[in-house]
């Protein structure tokens, strides 16, 4: 079911991707703008996230096997990396290509650029709005990074605007300096998306936020007397979680393990039911 949903909104955004990405390609190739067709390979780079996100997430919902005893939830990881760097790439090109021609002005209709800025703006702000919604819902990161190019969409579209405003008052260079701005902000959002992924591909712990959620979750546990080693990371959607917990030395094995399996229902719990929650159970004894 979560990965039906998770296709469902990059499809919808892919559908939209496409539909914005012809439309600025076609108008800024026909009036020579150059932040328009720069937004145009914007919106037509988050098609291709889309088409990177739907992948990782049908990869990501094939149940755990021998060969991944923990599931598959890392391709989600990697569809967002492979997505970020393409990202930066294309970033760097943009920025590129508008300044080697900054000497040269172009003169589109600054209304036309506007109006079609505007409508982008519009749309993809709506769709990073309902894409995060359903990534919070999911606990997906590769659907919040798609959002996030969503929403990065929609400030270059904003940056845009404000180039063809500046030709509407007759500043011809507004155009190429608006496109320069579009390939930073691309730039800029890709290396935070690629950073996030190497945290997680290198085992990194949960969030400060999370980390003190669990902690509650633990201590509330009637019966637990201490805890240590906890260790935290994530594997695509699910958290995974490892800790050592102190009971009383005179409780049985039965007893003990009731805890144990009261601990790890209420860390599951405190992370929103997606979690992985593994309860080493030690003695506590005095001193």
């Known amino acids: 079911m979560f990965a039906r949903e998770g296709v469902r909104i990059a499809v919808l955004g892919g559908g939209i991707n496409l539909a914005l990405s012809g439309l600025k390609l076609s108008l800024g190739a026909i009036f020579g703008s150059a932040a328009l067709v720069a937004d145009g390979v914007h919106s037509l780079t988050d098609l291709v996230t889309d088409l990177v ?20 939830g890392k391709f989600e990881t990697l569809a967002g990396g492979l997505a970020a760097l393409a990202l930066v790439v294309t970033g760097a090109w943009l920025v590129w290509d508008a300044a080697r021609d900054f000497s040269t002005p172009s003169h589109p209709p600054g209304a036309l650029v506007m109006g079609t800025a505007f409508l982008s703006l519009v749309t993809k702000e709506w769709l990073f709005r309902i894409t995060r919604r359903v990534a919070t819902h999911l606990g997906s990161q590769a ?16 940056a845009v605007m404000l180039g063809g405003g500046m030709v509407a008052l007759g500043y011809p260079g507004g155009d ?12 800029l959002a890709a290396l935070r998306l690629v950073g996030q992924t190497l945290h997680e591909l290198s085992e990194g712990a949960l969030p400060p936020e999370d980390r003190r959620r ?43 393990h009731h805890i144990a399996s009261e601990v790890e229902r209420e860390v599951a719990q405190a992370l929103g039911g997606r979690a992985s929650v593994t309860v080493h159970v030690e003695p506590q004894f005095p001193g």
């Open 143 to 158: 659907l919040q990074a798609n959002a996030w190019h969503h929403r990065t969409d929609a400030l270059s579209s904003g």
């Open 53 to 72: 996100v739907i992948g990782g997430i049908r990869l990501a919902a094939r149940p755990a096997d021998h060969t991944h005893a923990y599931g598959h």
């Open 214 to 256: 669990i902690v509650a979750a633990i201590e509330a546990v009637p019966g637990v007397e201490g805890w240590h080693r906890l260790r935290t990371r994530r594997v695509g959607r699910q958290a995974v979680v490892d800790v050592h917990v102190q009971v009383n030395p005179q409780l049985s094995v039965e007893k003990a």
């Open 176 to 187: 190429r300096l608006a496109a320069v701005t579009v390939g930073a902000l691309v730039i």
